[in-house]
T-cell receptor, first 114, second 114 residues
Framework: GENVEQHPSTLSVQEGDSAVIKCTYS??????FPWYKQELGKRPQLIIDIRSNVGEKKDQRIAVTLNKTAKHFSLHITETQPEDSAVYFC?????????????FGKGTHLIIQP | KAGVTQTPRYLIKTRGQQVTLSCSPI?????VSWYQQTPGQGLQFLFEYFSETQRNKGNFPGRFSGRQFSNSRSEMNVSTLELGDSALYLC?????????????FGPGTRLTVT
């Protein structure tokens, strides 16, 4: 089955700096890659996603890039703010997260230092 | 639209008992997936229901089962509870069309097995 590796497990950055979280996947048939943000005690919240026919997608301060050849994708957060502090999860799926479910990475705890 | 709802939010059970958790998806969404979240294993796919049919199941023992009703509400059941079943159980709602892949999570049910 699919295996998703996520790095780093903890990332501490100064407020205003950029943060990058990287994930690799094993199944070349995977075609959908969402990112979720989970604050302490809250539900995972979808923040951005990308499909395999697209190399990059941007939404304000957040961007995701996908390299299908290398089977890795990354989350980029620019101009980080205190409210960006949370655990971020990457995921992959072959059927758009449908019947086969999402396979998640272990998460990255992002800490924004004031 | 109302978001995904789950009941109960917290449960304490004794080893050997069984438990039933409920999930109501976003109105109009026909797919419900269930995930288990633990500190050690992270987020793991349990199973997915679409139009009252289980489409796929993750790598969990047969003690974990579920069902979906005609109004898309879903329940999951865990029989003969073990200490290791203590976790946050999340359901995710999906419209499930050829062009919409997004999954939206409910707040979860925190199950503690003593």
């Amino acid at each position: 089955g699919e295996n998703v590796e996520q790095h780093p497990s903890t990332l501490s950055v100064q407020e205003g700096d950029s943060a990058v979280i990287k994930c690799t996947y094993s199944d070349s048939a995977s075609n959908y890659f969402p990112w979720y943000k989970q604050e302490l005690g809250k539900r995972p919240q979808l923040i951005i996603d990308i499909r395999s026919n697209v190399g990059e997608k941007k939404d304000q301060r957040i961007a995701v890039t996908l390299n299908k050849t290398a089977k890795h994708f990354s989350l980029h957060i620019t101009e980080t703010q205190p409210e960006d502090s949370a655990v971020y999860f990457c995921a992959a799926s072959k059927t758009g997260g449908g019947a086969d479910g999402l396979t998640f990475g272990k998460g990255t705890h992002l800490i924004i230092q004031p | 639209k109302a978001g995904v709802t789950q009941t109960p939010r917290y449960l304490i059970k004794t080893r050997g008992q069984q438990v039933t958790l409920s999930c109501s998806p976003i109105s109009g969404h026909r797919s419900v997936s269930w995930y288990q979240q633990t500190p050690g294993q992270g987020l793991q796919f349990l199973f997915e229901y679409f139009s009252e049919t289980q489409r796929n199941k993750g790598n969990f023992p047969g003690r974990f089962s579920g069902r979906q009703f005609s109004n898309s509400r879903s329940e999951m059941n865990v029989s003969t509870l073990e200490l290791g079943d203590s976790a946050l159980y999340l359901c995710a709602s999906q419209l499930r069309t050829e062009i919409t892949y997004e999954q939206y999570f409910g707040p979860g049910t925190r199950l503690t097995v003593t």
